[in-house]
């Protein structure tokens, strides 16, 4: 694969990343529970530091489907910071 396929495959899964951050932290009914941040990229980093679609670390796929809604934003808070990406809770205030 050439270097700016793979770009810009990395840059459209990075926009559909902050569209879902979007519907998940902005638009989601405050009942329910947080939406998850995959977009079914679901395949490692080289140094296996976090997933290269939705930017979670091995440990923080493992813990999502246990925990509350708090531990679920703080991971969304944090994927966003690894990604590079701004919260956008943020553009709201």
């Known amino acids: 694969m050439s270097t700016e396929i ?7 899964q990075l926009v559909q990343l902050a569209n879902k951050a979007e519907v998940a932290l902005v638009w989601a009914e405050a009942d329910q529970p947080v939406a998850s941040p995959c977009i079914n990229v679901c395949r490692m980093t080289e140094d296996r530091s976090h997933c290269q679609g939705c ?7 493992r813990a999502w489907s246990k925990g509350d809604n708090e531990l679920r934003l703080q991971t969304w808070s944090t994927l966003l910071q690894r990604a590079g990406l701004k919260d956008p809770r943020e553009a709201q205030i």
């Not at 793979?6 to 459209?12: D, G, S, V």
Request: no cysteine; glycine share 0%.
């Open 6 to 12: 793979f770009q810009e495959q990395q840059a459209q």
């Open 55 to 61: 930017f979670r670390t091995i440990d923080e796929i």
